[in-house]
């Protein structure tokens, strides 16, 4: 009897696919390719109608893309800020100086608004301060989204 369950003993063992912890892998994976494709994913901004200009250049996208909406509340990635905070978000970016911003005005917003959205970033600190517009054979009713502006 004995030599029986000493038999059992050595007998070669089938190998396991473990499958609960493979599939606690792939859930981690997938979490993780969907949170870094979404940071990938560029500030749409708000739709605005942008004005046209003639001498319109193709811009990468900038650092920071400041809307101005035709009541003239600014909004920064989909944040409605006022002046104030806009120019504390800007001082709190690490080289202000160096920082790109766009300021994204409809064209049915009054001038002093925009005015005041850019003396908010000089009062930060920001120099490089680009205007969206639409090139000059674009369509000037449809709505455009700041992804790509033109300055």
Do not use: W
Request: proline share 7%.
């Amino acid at each position: 009897m004995a030599r029986r369950s000493s038999m059992r003993y050595f007998e070669a063992r089938r190998g396991r696919v473990e499958i609960i912890p493979m599939i606690d892998v792939m859930l981690f994976l997938l979490v993780f390719f969907i949170i870094v494709t979404l940071q990938m994913i560029p500030d749409a901004g708000v739709a605005l109608q942008l004005p046209q200009s003639s001498q319109a250049e193709h811009l990468e996208h900038p650092k920071v893309v400041v809307n101005v909406d035709r009541d003239g509340t600014l909004s920064v990635e989909g944040k409605t800020l006022s002046e104030q905070d806009l120019t504390a978000m800007l001082r709190a970016m690490p080289d202000p100086s160096q920082t790109q911003v766009t300021i994204a005005a409809s064209r049915d917003v009054a001038f002093q608004q925009f005015i005041h959205a850019l003396d908010a970033c000089r009062s930060a600190g920001v120099s490089d301060v680009g205007v969206a517009t639409l090139p000059a054979g674009a369509a000037p009713d449809a709505p455009a989204t700041p992804d790509t502006p033109e300055h």
